[in-house]
């Protein structure tokens, strides 16, 4: 296989990770407004849940962008999942304590998760083009981590932070696929997103 096509093989599994990624955080979001209400010291059962599953969200798209990248890039997207897999373990001991607890917990990952992001979309953009949108997903993380973990330890979190948090990243992963697919597209590819092959 030439290096063109394994290139064009690779954009084209990373766009639809990305558009996957992106619809599936937007919908976490949506799901974790209408369950986690206005709450400020408990955290109910099913948000307990959703916050639980965010970061192992993560790793699953973590482990599978890892499948077609090489390198400092793959070792860094493998670690990630390391460190999400072990931060939803302290999500649920956390959950069980208070929002706050949990707040604290879910700032000190989005903190580290951004700045790797940071670091991968650096890193990829000879092979994917233009990673403005995950350089401000992972820019927005660290910031957000910080306020979380702010927020947790001064007692004054409110749920909907997150919500906001993974919406916002939810978009930025679905512009940047569609940055993806237009790059495709100019240099001549059939649309990923439609190909069946």
């Known amino acids: 296989m030439s290096t063109t096509t394994t ?3 690779h954009s084209k599994e990373t766009l639809r ?10 919908t976490w979001a949506a799901v974790f407004a209408a369950v986690s209400g206005s709450l ?37 997207l493998v ?15 956390a959950s069980t304590a208070g929002v706050s607890q949990a707040f604290a917990v879910f700032g000190a990952w989005a903190f580290v998760t951004g700045a790797a992001q940071v670091v991968v979309a650096v890193r990829r ?12 997903a992972g820019s927005l ?22 919500v906001i948090y993974a919406a916002t990243g939810g978009v930025d992963f679905a512009v940047q696929a569609w940055l993806l697919a237009r790059r495709r597209r100019r240099a001549g590819h059939v649309s990923p997103v439609l190909s069946t092959s």
């Open 7 to 9: 290139t064009s093989s």
């Open 17 to 26: 990770l990305f558009l996957v990624r992106g619809v599936v955080a937007i």
């Open 40 to 76: 400020t010291t408990a955290v109910t059962v099913g948000a307990g849940i959703l916050l639980v599953l965010y970061p192992l969200i993560d790793v699953v798209f973590s482990l599978f962008d890892a499948r077609s990248q090489h390198g400092s890039v793959r070792q860094l």
């Open 79 to 93: 670690a990630n999942a390391a460190v999400s897999a072990a931060t939803a373990v302290a999500l649920g001991v």
């Open 125 to 136: 953009r000879a092979q994917l083009g233009n990673q403005w949108p995950m350089l401000l």
């Open 141 to 162: 993380s660290t910031i957000g981590g910080i306020a979380f973990v702010i927020a947790g330890l001064v007692g004054t979190p409110m749920l909907s932070m997150l």
